[in-house]
């Protein structure tokens, strides 16, 4: 009883408290909540004022051209950023940098890609697309997510999805796709791996059923990426860089029992400057510290990535969830970067309410793909790593239904009448 006399005081005081010092709280706590009614409320409006168009891709028949070309589409549609948003433009009007949605869709056997965009950088991914793949087709299809139910999963269909981010800092790069050609004595003579050959191998087997979507959202940005990633070198190189914090006291006590205890005096220096030159020499770090360097010399993407694999309940092979993420696996490296599922975003529950908990995490994140939705989780890929993860197969992907245009298309004679 005595315990219980002492839990109420103690919820007494801490709840006068917070009445008697409502002139602090309240105040911080109406201006939060009106900043995030209102730009909720602008960005919604922004949103839905822009007009859509979705164009499928479809690829070349004989593209022999390694994902370098595409890495060029993906430079060329960078030039739709022009300068960052401003405060206002985003509290008043929602305003947002442009981005584009990159996917590759499996279903009835089939591979698809596409490219969701504003109607008016229309013409700028058809050129780009053509520019590079003169024989490939670019069409204007109607939504492939409407062909199923508004909502899911329902009484037919189940489904499992998550959000993939990065083991690391986004300054570490992934395994492109250099890394994935052999040369051989010939310098004409390429061997090139594709890695977009495991998934369309894995599309293939798909059921009239069963479908699977995988979603980049795309926003190009500014080079402050760059900025970033150069903290992470010199820290890799042992460099001293300024602090962020400001806390002040912290520092006032270090440098205080510093010259009380003699911390870091002259007999110290040079042992903890041999053991930070020694951490540089390492080939491991060095090879990192390349790795990082030669990317920032692409474009810059801010990224997110999400995929959904949907299925009849009665045939739900989670099997082929184990097969997507085995094809991201491969642009993994121990010494560099690689993906991972986000788990607050992973279709997975458990505890208390754990059925109705895992059916919302489902309902979320096929609305969140239905709606092209732009990640909370975001991180930069620069063109190359962009273009080794979205691109299309060469000939050496053998897969029986990808599809492929099978006729080349000229272009028309100069002078032709329209009329």
């Given amino acids: ?84 948003v401003k405060w206002h433009e985003y509290f008043f009007k929602g305003r947002m ?75 570490y790069p992934i395994r492109t796709y250099p890394d994935f050609e052999e040369k051989s004595t010939r310098p004409d003579d390429v061997k090139r791996i594709d890695p977009l050959a495991s ?59 510093k010259a009380i205890s003699g911390i870091g005096s002259a007999t110290d220096q040079p042992e903890k400057k041999e053991e930070k030159k020694h951490e540089q020499s390492t080939p491991g770090k060095q090879d990192a510290i390349k790795a990082i360097e030669k990317s920032f010399d692409k474009l810059g993407y801010e990224c997110g990535i999400r995929f959904i694999y949907i299925g009849p309940r009665a045939e739900f092979h989670q099997a082929h969830v184990a097969g997507v993420m085995g094809s991201f696996k491969q642009f993994s490296s121990q010494n560099l970067n690689g993906f991972k599922v986000n788990l607050k975003t992973l279709t997975f529950a458990k505890g208390l309410f754990k059925k109705s908990k895992l059916l919302m995490r489902k309902k979320s994140i096929y609305q969140a793909f239905k709606e092209r939705k732009v990640m909370l989780f975001k991180y930069v890929l620069n063109t190359e790593e962009l273009a080794t993860i979205f691109h299309f197969p060469d000939t050496g992907v053998k897969s029986p239904l990808l599809p492929r245009v099978d006729v080349k298309k000229g272009e028309p004679p100069v002078g032709l009448p329209l009329s």
């Fill in 1 to 84: 009883m005595s315990q219980f006399l002492l839990i109420f005081d103690v919820f007494d005081i801490f709840l006068y408290v917070i009445l008697s010092l409502w002139w602090v709280w309240l105040p911080v706590f109406l201006y939060s909540f009106s900043y995030f009614v209102i730009t909720s409320y602008t960005n919604l409006k922004y949103r839905l004022s822009l007009e859509w168009v979705l164009l499928e891709l479809k690829i070349p028949k004989e593209p022999n051209k390694s994902p370098k070309a595409m890495e060029q589409v993906f430079a060329g549609l960078h030039g739709v950023y022009t300068t960052s």
């Fill in 97 to 171: 940098l442009d981005w584009f949605s990159l996917e590759i869709s499996g279903y009835a056997g089939e591979t698809h890609f596409y490219i969701r965009t504003q109607s008016k950088y229309k013409n700028l991914v058809e050129s780009q697309i053509y520019a590079q793949y003169p024989e490939a087709e670019v069409a204007e299809v109607p939504d492939y997510v409407n062909r199923l139910p508004m909502y899911l999963p329902d009484e037919r269909y189940d489904l499992w999805g998550t959000d993939l981010i990065l083991n690391k800092e986004d300054a």
């Fill in 199 to 257: 998934l369309s191998e894995l599309f293939s087997t798909l059921h009239p059923d069963e479908q699977i979507w995988i979603q980049i959202i795309a926003t190009p940005v500014s080079d402050g990426w760059v900025k970033r990633g150069q903290v992470v070198v010199d820290r890799l190189m042992g460099k001293e860089t300024p602090s962020t914090s400001n806390n002040f006291l912290s520092d006032a006590v270090f440098a205080i029992d």
